[in-house]
């Protein structure tokens, strides 16, 4: 935790080596940077980690709002899966050392940017269901923008309700396994049912 002036203190997590064999993943994601892209530098800090960590619990909270049990996917659910899945990804790249400034700026409100970055940096999670969904969300902010839109509203991209929750639920629990945030679902209130 950093002390009362924010200076950074050390915690039990070392940093990541990166791996020789995934650079070519960070030269893929250069490529794909827009020509404003702002120059990175990832260092760790106690700061840092105590933000992720409490974007972590935001995000499993955002995850609990998500019923599972609904008749079918709103605007509003594909909003909520999209904050979810956001916070938790940001969680993750500041427990990796990027600045949430640097975040706000270059990843945004992008699904597909956050998960590449945080798979190029060791999160491996890139499976076929959360690249999906994750294409779906991007930019999650027109979910809730175009609420009202027919074309929203009537949006039909193969998802369940319960399928978004599961995707999520899988994701936060590998991020919560790979910076070791131990902040869990069951650890949320019970959902109030209506």
């Known amino acids: 935790m950093p002390d ?28 794909e940077l827009p020509d404003d892209w702002e120059p990175l530098t990832v ?20 995850l609990e709002a998500i019923d599972p049990d609904a008749d079918n996917v709103t605007s ?40 590449d970055w945080a798979n190029a940096t060791g999160l491996n999670h890139a499976n076929p269901s959360i ?3 994750a294409t779906v969300l991007t930019p999650y902010w027109k979910w809730g923008r175009f609420w009202n839109s027919d074309f929203i509203r009537s949006a039909d991209c193969g998802f369940k309700p319960g399928e978004i929750h599961t995707i999520i639920d899988n994701l936060l629990d590998r991020i919560g396994t790979a910076t070791g945030f131990e902040f869990t679902a069951a650890d949320c209130p019970p959902r109030e049912q209506q």
Not at 5 to 19: A, F, L, M, T, Y
Not at 43 to 49: E, G, H, I, L, V
Not at 96 to 114: K, M, P, Q, S
Request: aromatic residues 10%.
């Open 131 to 133: 690249c999906r969904l």
């Open 76 to 115: 509003t659910l594909y909003y909520g899966a999209g904050v979810a899945a956001q916070m938790g990804l940001t969680a993750y790249l500041l427990d990796r050392g990027f600045d949430d400034h640097w975040c706000a700026r270059n990843v945004g409100l992008r699904i597909t940017t956050a998960l």
């Open 4 to 31: 009362h002036q924010g200076k950074p203190q050390n915690w039990r997590v070392d940093p990541p080596e990166i791996d020789p064999g995934d650079m070519g993943a960070w030269e893929r994601l250069k490529r």
């Open 43 to 62: 260092q760790r800090t106690a700061w840092k980690r105590a933000l992720g960590e409490v974007r972590f619990r935001n995000a499993i909270a955002s």
